[in-house]
């Protein structure tokens, strides 16, 4: 089939994770289990959309890293033969592995390995256009009680089955593929119990699901799924064990979603035991079984799940990420509903979201971060005469208490008064709506400037609180004026590369321009659309995922797990409530040890917040839902979720 994969070179990501849809709509169907050991997932990895070529060089290159391949699948894409795969750390000095085999070269290599002592343990039939290609791994190890067989007809394969498992062998490994519109099978028996496991083959995708969501309630679990198309219906094949401990698998993804449940699961806890890719119509389409290998409980995430998809039903929100730290270590994120409801991408750990006045805090770091190199003082004055930005802004003559404006004062929200608020109806003194909100068709130096000739502050600074986001945006061109960099610029290259983060941008303001793996937002009947997101970079422009804001967010709590980027004297001075509000610092909420941040705005709510009890969460969304709330409880489901996990995972996801 000559159809086109959408699936990029650079979606070769490497591959940790996943869970399972073992029930419909992909909710998790897991059991309660013994915990696993615990150990590092970093020990497994895998590649998809691989040439040939590229399959070896990796290959090559994960053999040297001391990864032995463990998985293999092929199949046939847009006329090109593609390879995904799967590795363990461990002993690779035992193995050997081929691929692009033709049915005779397979066969002279099972004799010729079987007779060396190497046994065959995966082999994975595919296409090239015409013919059947094979591709297959061995290990050193007894070839005894070993059947192996290929290029089998339904009809053959079936009556195989049955003839092995009546002399006691048992499936280990099917592979089923397409040749001129015919299924061929090729399979992998061992001597043992051929009892405790279901076997289908030439299922369809809802037959796949019934199957699963049936055996499932039984306690099997999905060890393997392969999907193939067959004169261009896709087919799957699948071997179910019974299992304690926590499994998964997914099925009918794309190329997006595959990329995305990658991220959304390792997150989770799972690593991958089973990969099959194969031509979608459209697409290069995928199915996968993962198994959990921390020491979550069952108990302790379903709880915690249930309450975040509660809220999200109640408030009719399509899409929710979250994350949660524990003593500086990442353990646990995951994506709920999806990120663009239209085409079904679902939304993962690792979707990137507007984050609104979230982005406050990380302005903030950065002030700070320049006052601890000397490279402003937060007593400085910001406009006018010997200030630092000097009259670049507006053309009329500057007040007294616009010229007696500092860092400080606008870090507070106590530069401005009534006139610079956010409130978008008239209060008090203020006869404006929020300033960044008003004449979009000016730039951001022409807006600055028109707030300067026509907003004089209301009162004297820093003697009233009063939330701005223009402040922040006069924050965002202090660190220009002082780096002579970019806003954004400066922020990637010198806050957030320090946090080990790449994936923090200033948002698009057309949804046909955001970036790859940012989700569509919903505002309420509303228009998401309609915001300027690069003028409003330093106070609510950046976009980033749940995991890279826990990543920022353990760089700069004052705790010992990871190192913070900021002097200990430098985040206390953070984080020290002002004299017009002690309930907000710099940048942060402040209560006790706890600090936090909301956000919000036409399609999008956001809140991170760091507990005095070692625990730090995000949760982002992708609408404003449906009723006022929404925010309070996201929160509050988050935080009784957390309050009710009774044993903590010694794991670290970063």
Aim: proline share 2%.
């Amino acid at each position: 089939m000559n159809t086109k994969t959408k699936l990029a070179l650079w979606g070769m990501i490497l591959l940790f994770s996943f869970s399972f849809a073992g029930t419909k709509n992909g909710e998790n169907a897991n059991n309660e289990e013994k915990p696993f050991v615990v150990k590092t997932l970093k020990n497994y990895a895998a590649r998809h959309n691989l040439s040939s070529a590229q399959y070896q060089t990796e290959v090559t290159k994960f053999h040297k890293a001391g990864y032995k391949l463990t998985y293999v699948d092929g199949y046939y894409v847009n006329g090109k033969i593609k390879f995904a795969a799967l590795w363990k750390k461990g002993k690779t000095s035992t193995l050997i592995a081929r691929h692009n085999l033709t049915s005779k070269q397979y066969q002279d290599e099972v004799t010729k390995n079987h007779k060396n002592g190497y046994r065959l343990i995966h082999v994975d039939g595919y296409s090239n256009g015409k013919k059947a290609r094979y591709a297959a791994i061995w290990n050193k190890q007894s070839t005894s009680g070993l059947r192996a067989r290929h290029g089998l007809t339904g009809t053959k394969y079936t009556a195989e089955f049955k003839k092995n498992q009546k002399d006691g062998y048992r499936l280990v490994h099917i592979s089923g593929y397409g040749i001129k519109g015919k299924a061929y099978y090729a399979a992998i028996w061992k001597k043992g119990n051929p009892s405790g496991y279901v076997a289908r083959h030439g299922l369809t995708s809802k037959q796949y699901q019934d199957l699963v969501v049936k055996y499932w309630k039984q306690g099997f679990r999905v060890t393997q799924v392969d999907s193939y198309d067959v004169g261009n219906k896709t087919y799957y094949a699948c071997i179910m064990e019974k299992k304690s401990g926590k499994y998964s698998a997914r099925h009918g993804m794309n190329s997006k979603n595959y990329q995305l449940q990658v991220d959304n699961h390792y997150y989770q806890g799972y690593v991958p035991i089973s990969v099959s890719g194969h031509d979608a119509g459209k697409s290069s389409g995928y199915a996968a079984a993962f198994k959990n290998v921390t020491t979550w409980k069952s108990s302790d995430t379903n709880q915690l799940d249930a309450k975040i998809k509660k809220v999200m039903k109640d408030f009719k929100v399509p899409g929710v990420t979250i994350g949660i730290v524990k003593d500086g270590r990442l353990v646990y994120a995951k994506g709920y509903g999806y990120g663009n409801k239209e085409d079904k991408t679902i939304a993962s750990a690792t979707s990137l979201m507007r984050l609104a006045s979230v982005s406050k805090p990380i302005t903030s770091v950065a002030i700070m971060k320049l006052v601890e190199q000397n490279k402003l003082k937060l007593s400085d004055k910001v406009l006018g005469r010997n200030s630092i930005l000097g009259s670049k802004y507006g053309s009329k003559a500057l007040g007294n208490w616009e010229k007696a404006i500092t860092v400080q004062q606008l870090l507070e929200h106590t530069a401005g008064g009534d006139t610079w608020d956010n409130n978008m109806k008239p209060e008090g003194t203020d006869t404006w709506s929020a300033p960044m909100f008003q004449k979009k068709d000016l730039s951001q130096p022409k807006l600055i400037g028109w707030v300067l000739d026509n907003r004089n502050p209301s009162h004297k600074p820093g003697t009233r609180y009063q939330y701005s986001n223009y402040g922040y945006c006069l924050l965002g061109r202090i660190i220009e004026k002082k780096t002579g960099k970019s806003y954004e610029s400066y922020l990637r290259n010198n806050i957030l590369k320090q946090c080990g983060i790449s994936q923090i941008y200033i948002g698009a303001n057309e949804k046909k321009k955001r970036k790859y793996k940012e989700v569509v937002y919903y505002a309420n009947g509303g228009n998401a659309y309609s915001l300027q997101m690069r003028r409003m970079d330093s106070h609510g422009g950046l976009i980033a995922s749940s995991v890279d804001l826990l990543r920022f967010m353990v760089r700069v709590d004052g705790q010992n797990s990871k190192k913070d980027i900021l002097k200990s004297s430098t985040i206390t001075t953070m984080t020290k409530g002002s004299s017009a509000n002690g309930s907000y610092a710099k940048g942060w909420a402040v209560s006790g040890g706890n600090w936090s941040h909301g956000g919000g705005m036409g399609g999008t709510s956001t809140f991170i917040k760091k507990m005095d009890n070692g625990v730090s969460y995000v949760f982002l969304t992708n609408s404003t839902g449906n009723g006022a709330g929404q925010a309070g409880a996201m929160k509050k489901a988050l935080e009784d979720g957390i309050k009710a996990i009774k044993f903590w995972p010694n794991l670290d996801l970063f």
